[in-house]
């Protein structure tokens, strides 16, 4: 494998390549790139209930999404052997406001002191793990869409709901930074 | 809710109002398309709640970039595919459902929820299982978790404003 393989890829090679993922699926199978919509279908496959929302043929509906989903976490888990591992390359000034709020290890792809699972036994892993994770799965279902839904996939079509989607997703990102992250991180 | 109202949820990826066929033989095509999806958010460090945190902090264009070229992409392939009125391998008319913006509520609402997730877990829905691949383990609790989001959305739905 040549190096470049192995690296992190610039920005303008990542970018297109995200992006292809919409006409690659809609020239397989007229099908609309979107990764939250599986969090339904999961729902849907394990725990309908008696809740209307999960109340569809879940097979025919998501399991191409839900195939796609496991290749994801096969490509990644690929991408971490094939690769030379190395710290994520982050700016100057965002290594320097993280190590003021009380991040020192800049080794891994997330930082350990909040994403292992002796982190999840102290209040800012659980926060960033448990709590980030309902706000994700909440968040998304009443959104019906995440960043690839929305961001990708709806705003490359023009859609309006999808523009108020991504201006909420950056409201509450920089509230959650600048506002509830030095909470988190900084006293509990 | 049936089948009928799947289209406007998005992230359920169903392109027609049609019933959706099941198409086995399609289900390689989705596994190895995944497979690089979840390798490209490794390279390009997507998937980490670093580079999260240097977007929203406006410290790097690299995500910006990247989400940017991303959307141009997408919008230039679905202008060609609508311009040549080209159809998918399976057959079907080529299109993305329109959603109602309705009172709007649901998508700021909903993406604000969405978003102080994010920034929490420094990841959206794909990377959390990228990073499961790349061996941050414990994201497997935030996808219960996220399950759990997810189920009590659908359990509320009748009382929310969308």
């Not at chain 1, 960043?147 to 997703?169: C, E, K, M, R, Y």
């Not at chain 2, 670093?50 to 392939?77: D, H, K, L, P």
């Not at chain 2, 994010?118 to 219960?144: D, E, R, S, Y």
């Amino acid at each position: 494998m040549t190096a470049w393989f192995n690296r992190e890829w610039p920005w303008y090679v990542a970018g297109p390549l995200i992006g292809l993922f919409v006409p690659a699926l809609l020239l397989t199978g007229n099908k609309v790139f979107g990764i939250s919509g599986n969090l339904r279908h999961l729902c849907s496959a394990i725990v309908p209930g008696k809740v209307e929302f999960f109340r569809y043929d879940w097979r025919r509906a998501g399991l191409w999404n839900l195939v796609f989903l496991a290749g994801v976490l096969i490509g990644g888990f690929l991408a971490s052997h094939l690769g030379t591992s190395h710290a994520i390359n982050i700016s100057p000034e965002t290594m320097t406001t993280l190590s003021k709020l009380g991040i020192h290890d800049f080794t891994g792809v997330a930082p350990h002191e909040l994403f292992t699972w002796q982190a999840l036994l102290t209040l800012r892993g659980f926060i960033s793990v448990v709590v980030g994770g309902f706000l994700v799965g909440f968040g998304t279902a009443y959104a019906a869409g995440c960043t690839s839904g929305h961001a990708i996939s709806g705003l490359a079509n023009f859609q309006l709901p999808s523009l108020f989607a991504v201006l909420g997703f950056f409201a509450g990102g920089l509230a959650a930074t600048y506002f509830i992250l030095p909470l988190v991180i900084g006293r509990l | 809710m049936t089948q009928t109202s799947l289209p406007e949820f998005e992230g359920c990826g169903v392109a027609s109002g049609e019933q959706p066929e099941l198409r086995p033989a399609f289900l390689p095509i989705y596994l190895l398309l995944g497979m690089a999806f979840g390798f490209i958010l490794t390279r390009s460090e997507v998937l980490s709640w670093f580079r999260i945190q240097e977007m929203f902090r406006f410290q790097s264009f690299r995500m910006y970039g990247i989400i940017g070229s991303a959307i141009a992409t997408a919008a230039v392939s679905l202008a060609l595919i609508k311009r040549a009125g080209l159809k998918s391998v399976s057959g079907e008319s080529i299109a993305i459902p329109a959603r109602q913006l309705g009172s709007g509520v649901q998508y700021v609402a909903g993406g604000t929820i969405f978003g102080l997730g994010w920034a929490l877990t420094g990841a959206c829905p794909g990377p959390i299982f990228a990073l499961i691949g790349n061996g941050v383990t414990v994201m497997i609790v935030a996808v219960v978790s996220a399950l759990a989001g997810t189920w009590i959305y659908g359990w509320l739905q009748a009382q929310l404003p969308h």
